[in-house]
């Protein structure tokens, strides 16, 4: 009588289940570890509170200059002091990760019989997670501070998805270079990327205020047209000019860093 044939293992019987299952459960490990280390994710919260406080109080007169969005302050910086703890939750997943590669623990996962994309697709799920902290609770503060929405609910939709694609996009950034370093320290460079990013943008003052050399990288820097689409529905009516250039440049740096986390991950597995 022939022998049965073994039977297939879950990965390779259902590669798509097993690949989304592995991702889902990386990223709950992730999410789990956020209440085991409060460290992790205060700045996501607690850094763009203190924007809010410190901006909207120190550069509120910014609002009585002739040609600027808004005269709310809190309106202008709101959905910027967001943005921080966006970048906050997509860098938070990659610190874990470095840790992860420290420690051993990421040894074991790459010789687990799945899929290797879900070990960069479980972070990502993480990080459109995390990003709904800073997304409600800062939201919450500054409606009480005194935010308005200028076109109804539909500001917070522009101003969620401008939050989510950030969050995605510092992730993989952030992933790619703790593919390359693959130590904790490795946060640094992080950190300094995203932040000469933000700081180098429209965060503070709308380009047609700045000067110098300022506006021509504002107008370069694609997260320019994040925080506009992020901000849309904060400084007067919605308009697809709006929106459009922000999910071009979300689409545009998920598809180059995905390509350097990719790269990133291929070294670290020859």
């Not at 609910?153 to 370093?181: D, K, N, Q, S």
Request: charged share 10%; with cysteine.
């Amino acid at each position: 009588m022939s022998a049965l044939p073994a039977a297939p293992s879950p990965a390779r019987a259902a590669p798509g289940g097993a690949l989304l299952g592995v991702a889902r459960g990386l990223a709950a490990r992730s999410l789990v570890n956020v209440t085991r280390r409060p460290s992790a994710v205060v700045p996501t919260i607690a850094m763009p509170l203190f924007f809010i406080v410190a901006f909207s109080g120190a550069f509120s007169s910014l609002t009585d200059i002739r040609g600027f969005p808004t005269d709310n302050p809190i309106n202008w910086f709101m959905p910027w002091a967001i943005m921080q703890g966006a970048a906050f939750a997509g860098m938070g997943i990659c610190f874990g990760v470095a840790r992860d590669l420290e420690d051993g623990f990421y040894d074991r996962l790459l010789m687990a019989p799945t899929h290797r994309a879900s070990l960069i697709l479980g972070p990502m799920l993480a990080a459109v997670v995390r990003v709904l902290l800073p997304v409600v609770t800062v939201s919450a503060v500054g409606f009480l501070a005194g935010a308005r929405l200028t076109d109804g609910p539909l500001g917070m939709v522009t101003l969620l998805v401008a939050a989510e694609g950030f969050a995605l996009v510092a992730g993989l950034w952030g992933l790619g270079v703790v593919y390359r370093i693959r130590e904790q320290k490795s946060s640094a460079l992080i950190q300094v990327g995203i932040f000469v990013t933000m700081f180098l943008s429209v965060g503070q003052t709308p380009i047609d205020l700045q000067e110098g050399w300022l506006p021509h990288v504002a107008r370069l820097n694609p997260l320019t047209y994040v925080i506009d689409m992020a901000r849309a529905g904060f400084v007067g009516p919605i308009t697809w000019a709006d929106v459009w250039p922000g999910l071009v440049a979300i689409g545009v740096g998920l598809v180059v860093l995905g390509a350097w986390a990719l790269t990133g991950f291929r070294r670290l597995v020859r």
